[in-house]
Structures are given as C-alpha cells and as structure tokens.
C-alpha cells in the first residue's frame, strides 16, 4: 500500500509511522485492489488527531477520530475504517447483477399450465 504520512503542530516520529503503516497493511488485505492512503497527525491542546483518506479502485473512504493519545487514536480511526470497507463490500455485492441466464427448469412460459397427476 502506498502510504503518504503527515505531522501538524507535532515532531514526524518514526515509531508513529511504522506503527499505522504496519496497521495499514493489515486492512490492505481487505481490499481487493491496490490502495493509496493518506494519514495525517494533528495535535491540538490536549486532542490528538488522526485523519485517514483511502482511496482504492472503487473504494474512497474518509475516517477521522480523536482522544487524549495518539496510538489510541490510531486504533480508533482504523476500526471505523475497517467498518466502512465491511459496509462498502456488502453494499457492493447487493448490487451485483444475478445469473444472465435466468432460471432454468422452474420457469414456466406465459401459456402453459402446471402439470397435476389427476389426469
């Protein structure tokens, strides 16, 4: 997964960014196509701030979440992540067109009438 990592009003930390990238690759295997993600950090006060933009095929996904640390906010924006792609899929496969074909035996033409055996 291409990852793209952003700091505001906080030091780039190495261990911030191994850490969600290491999680990303997990959600990766979720998707079926490859993806481009974009994570920014923010600290404002006491909140800190963690956005995620996912783009993948079909798939853009927007999550943003916030506490008082930072690697809980991590965990936080990407369970909503996860749940977003779980949502998306299932949407996806509603949507997927049945069998062209029809359906064969049980069908009946419009002038025909069910066989009984009381003939």
């Not at 190495?14 to 850490?19: G, I, K, Q």
């Not at 690759?25 to 404002?44: C, G, M, Q, S, Y």
Request: overall charge negative; hydrophobic content about 30%; proline content about 4%.
């Amino acid at each position: 997964m291409n990852t793209s990592v952003s700091f505001k009003n906080i030091e780039p930390s190495d261990a911030l960014r191994d850490y969600v990238e290491k999680k990303l690759e997990k959600i990766e295997k979720r998707l079926d196509a490859p993806a481009e993600a974009e994570v920014v950090f923010t600290v404002e006060k006491i909140r800190h701030i963690t956005e995620i933009r996912l783009r993948s095929d079909k798939l853009h996904i927007n999550a943003k979440e916030e506490s008082e640390d930072m690697y809980s906010s991590i965990d936080l924006v990407l369970e909503k992540v996860k749940r977003q792609i779980k949502s998306t899929k299932e949407k996806m496969q509603e949507k997927r067109p049945g069998n062209k074909d029809g359906i064969k035996g049980d069908a009946l033409l419009p002038d025909e009438e069910p066989l009984t055996d009381a003939e």
